[in-house]
């Protein structure tokens, strides 16, 4: 008999040898869908940067995954989180190392269909799926995990992985500009400074605090100068520059800042050298919607750069890309109190989210992307949305309306953690970048 | 002999202070920091300190300055507020001590400030009226109106004094209302605070009132950043003005927001030293707020290149850009 606190509330018990089969299957698909993800985007770009073969190397999971547990050997503490609301410097600040626990297998969906129905978002279902046969690394190796309850899905998602540890949900207030929303989310972010102070032992002084946000703003400043470099013609290619991007959620932030700085100079000598990724009429395409994690859902971006007539992706506007990186946390007195408001502030109020309201009803976003397309001269725009994500579905026809306005097509793209539509969907694909290279011509 | 002594070793130290000034900016100048606007605002508050200090050595500079922050105001803004005014520098030296405490800033409610904003007007009406109001408390006996009007005018009571309250260096050339040796200390407003509350009160009260007087600014700005900005008299012209449609062409030197660029990540509101909302609130161009003294900290601070602009005349004189450069921040 378990007592209560033992029993899961959500969670089947599996046959063991069911989950051992399952894992060495699914890990086994991952590791050919890595390599070959890593061999696609080779070809596609004959030369590319050699900055690339560091996030090659990161962009498997053993290596980092090694030095996690090292580092938990030494009594350091990891500290998951699912959206990127999730203060990263509070948990730098406590000598903790944060990761980003979201999953992107397709097979590990499947598997999450046995706990939640099929149309919650598979981005919420692969990551129950992989927890079942604990086929993240991340996600098994986090002592705990930070969950900020921004859609449906990842407020039961919380519940559901509690099962397995600790989870501190985070309410985050969905109006976005208003004085009481503020308070609660600062208020919020004490508690969870509370929490991982606990966890960790170590007391977050306003020391590590400043140093912990001066290593982030570095790392913005790095990102930032990758995003400026793709202004021009294409220097790298969209899937690299995103790989990059998706590193920083589990990678040291230092060694990821410092490699990043590195791929920048280089880039910097290519441009200047006039040597592009690829053609410069390429025509240039902007993606937005629900994240696309590494490794698997990798398909859109290697579509569209993979398609005939090619396209590349310059910009992005996805929570698993530029902006996990773009909005830094802006001081204004190293006091204690005014840190953990800047870092409130940066979180809820930057966002472009789309679970948020505000007076103007997110317009943020809007402008996020009227800034890139005019900034980052975008011809085209995808707007990519995975079943069940409603949020993201909702509002494409505000988007739409804006882009129609200044004559930027826009195509949504709605498709599944599935292998099964990239036939039919390079069709699509293939035939919007058709148009664009037209519209170009002309 | 003393006081000649006096003379000499002031303005040796102004002289002092101004090549110290020089060699700051050389400084900063080399080590890149000539964008950290916070650094040049504080160089320029107190160059501007010590020139006020020499003009108040001659009455006609006064007069000079006076037109200056009447006129002035019209073009630039409240440019003089926001770099220039002495008593600005007082309450940035209390911020730049308390922080060194490591306390942190009150804020005032919203509402509140904008009510503040409003008491200028009233503070700037009771100086001016007052000596006429005197003038009738006061029967005329056997002079005439025009002339006892005259003597209140030009005699103790100057109401245009009001406006350049705030300018009275802490030490002054004349005889200032406290003496240590033969330097005479002053603080802004205090003369006209005696000044007025000596037709009702006696000696002793009023020394009371002066002392309350300055504690209270002292103690308000060390909680409250730039705490008199939020009603000081001297910033109404440019207010005023603005508050009429067809002077809305009259500021040449203006804020500038580009909507799209903007994320709304509120650092604007935030580091605001009179909390101004306008910046953040509005959906971009031409920022008209009047509480706002072009200190120009938001577009320091601001991550998002040319989000923030100010302009003069349509050119653009400073932006915001993608500051993040760690440590140098503050």
């Known amino acids: 008999m378990k007592s209560q606190s033992e029993e899961k509330k959500y969670m089947p018990e599996l046959p063991e040898k069911e989950v051992e089969e399952l894992r060495k299957n699914i890990t086994a698909t991952s590791q050919r869908v890595v390599a070959e993800n890593i061999e696609k985007m080779k070809k596609t770009d004959p030369h590319r940067p050699e900055g690339m073969k560091y996030f090659d190397e990161i962009a498997n999971f053993s290596m980092r995954e090694k030095e996690i547990r090292e580092a938990k050997q030494k009594g350091k503490k990891v500290i998951g989180y699912t959206c990127l609301f999730a203060p990263i410097e509070l948990i730098l600040a406590a000598d903790a190392i944060p990761v980003r626990v979201n999953s992107g297998w397709y097979d590990a969906s499947k598997l999450g269909d046995r706990i939640v129905p099929v149309e919650v978002c598979p981005v919420v279902r692969s990551t129950i799926g992989a927890k079942m046969i604990a086929l993240s690394p991340y996600l098994e190796l986090s002592d705990a995990l930070i969950s900020v309850l921004t859609c449906d899905g990842m407020t039961k998602l919380g519940e559901i992985l509690s099962d397995y540890k600790p989870v501190w949900a985070m309410s985050i207030p969905r109006v976005k500009d208003s004085a009481q929303s503020t308070r609660l989310w600062i208020e919020e972010i004490k508690a969870v400074k509370g929490q991982i102070e606990a966890l960790t032992g170590n007391k977050i002084k306003s020391k590590q605090l400043k140093s912990a946000i001066e290593r982030t703003q570095k790392a913005t400043k790095a990102f930032r100068r990758l995003q400026e470099l793709r202004k021009g013609p294409p220097v790298i290619m969209g899937r690299d520059a995103m790989l990059v991007n998706q590193t920083y959620m589990w990678d040291d932030i230092d060694r990821w800042t410092e490699k990043t700085e590195a791929l920048c100079d280089e880039l910097e000598k290519r441009a200047s050298k006039k040597d592009w990724a690829c053609p410069p009429d390429t025509p240039r395409v902007l993606v937005t919607g629900t994240p696309m994690i590494w490794p698997d859902n990798w398909k859109v971006p290697t579509l569209v750069e993979e398609a005939n007539p090619q396209g590349v992706l310059v910009a992005d506007e996805l929570c698993s890309g530029e902006r996990l990186l773009y909005d830094p946390v802006g001081v204004d007195e190293w006091s204690m109190s005014d840190m953990l408001n800047a870092i409130a502030e940066r979180y809820l109020m930057a966002s472009t989210c789309p679970c948020f309201t505000s007076k103007d009803g997110n317009e943020d976003r809007i402008n996020w992307l009227l800034n890139k397309i005019k900034e980052w001269n975008i011809q085209g725009v995808i707007y990519y949305v995975v079943r069940g994500c409603m949020l993201y579905a909702m509002e494409y026809t505000r988007v739409k309306k804006v882009l129609d306005r200044m004559s930027i097509p826009v195509y949504y793209l709605d498709t599944e953690y599935t292998r099964e539509d990239v036939g039919q969907m390079k069709t699509r694909v293939e035939a919007f970048l058709e148009m664009l290279s037209a519209r170009i011509d002309i | ?330």
């Open chain 2, 1 to 330: 002999m003393t006081m000649e002594f006096l003379g000499e070793f002031l303005k040796v130290t102004v002289l002092a202070g101004l090549a110290l000034a020089g060699i700051l900016v050389i400084l900063i100048w080399k080590k890149g920091l000539a964008t950290r606007v916070t650094y040049l605002r504080f160089l320029v508050q107190v160059v501007a300190m010590v020139a006020v200090f020499y003009m108040f050595t001659y009455p006609i500079w006064q007069l000079v300055l006076m037109i200056v922050i009447l006129v002035l105001p019209l073009f630039l803004g409240r440019v003089f507020c926001g770099w220039i005014c002495p008593f600005a520098l007082y309450m940035d030296a209390i911020t730049l001590i308390r922080k060194a405490a490591k306390v942190r800033y009150r804020l005032l409610p919203d509402k509140l400030n904008k009510s503040l904003h409003n008491l200028r007007y009233v503070l700037l009406l009771v100086f001016l009226l007052l000596p006429f109001v005197l003038v009738l408390l006061d029967p005329p006996g056997s002079l005439d109106l025009a002339t006892l009007l005259a003597l209140r005018l030009g005699g103790p009571f100057e109401p245009w004094r009001v406006v350049v309250g705030p300018i009275i260096p802490l030490v002054v050339p004349w005889v200032g209302p406290l003496a240590i040796g033969e330097i005479y200390f002053s603080y802004p407003y205090v003369q006209e605070v005696i000044l007025y509350s000596q037709v009702v009160f006696n000696e002793l009260a009023v020394n009371i009132i002066a002392v309350v007087f300055v504690a209270l600014t002292f103690v308000g700005s060390f909680f409250v950043r730039r705490v008199w900005c939020r009603f000081c008299p001297t910033g109404s012209s440019i207010a005023v003005v603005n508050r009429f449609k067809g002077f809305k062409w009259a500021p040449l030197l203006h804020l500038d927001k580009d909507e799209e660029k903007c994320t709304k990540c509120g650092i604007c509101k935030r580091v605001c030293p009179v909390q101004v909302t306008e910046v953040y609130e509005q959906k971009g161009g031409k920022i008209n707020t009047s509480m706002c003294m072009l200190c120009t900290r938001c577009v320091e601070m601001c991550p998002y290149e040319d989000c923030l602009k100010v302009k003069f005349g349509g050119k653009t004189v400073f932006k915001s850009r993608n500051w993040l450069e760690p440590s140098t921040i503050e």
